[in-house]
């Protein structure tokens, strides 16, 4: 079992830049699959991006392709998602999720592929 707790959320202009981040306790970070998903009130949670328990995949929702980074430092038991060029409708609650089994590619997009939740996070882009 891990537990996850997001911060570095907050308020920002657009086209700004934020860096969340994500500290796990619990089992070695290293057997766990990461994801940050991100949900407004009222609509379905959204993938963001996902990363491989050694670091070395990752995939991302076409949305933030580009601007957004996801990585991990299993020493730490982190994992972070740096945004830049952050836009309006990247405003959300940020959760980071884990899980022990496997996924690939698409397949780590789907919230039902993780075991592990966060509370989640606020992020507010201003136009």
């Known amino acids: 079992q891990v537990q996850l707790v997001e911060s570095g959320g907050g308020l920002v202009q657009a086209g700004g830049s934020l860096r969340l981040s994500c500290a796990a306790s619990g089992r070695p970070f290293s057997v766990y699959r990461t994801g940050w998903f991100r949900q407004v009130a009222g609509k379905e949670r959204e993938f963001v991006a996902s990363?491989?328990?050694?670091?070395?995949?990752?995939y991302y929702a076409d949305s933030v392709k580009g601007r957004f980074t996801i990585s991990r430092d299993n020493a730490k038991k982190a994992v972070y998602l740096q945004m830049d060029s952050l836009k309006s409708e990247d405003t959300a609650v940020y959760y980071c999720?884990?899980?022990?089994?496997?996924?690939?590619?698409?397949?780590?997009?789907?919230?039902?592929?993780?075991?592990?939740w966060g509370q989640g996070t606020q992020v507010t882009v201003s136009s």
């Open positions: 990363i491989s328990q050694n670091g070395i995949n990752t």
């Open positions: 999720a884990a899980d022990s089994g496997a996924a690939y590619g698409s397949g780590t997009a789907l919230p039902e592929k993780y075991t592990y």
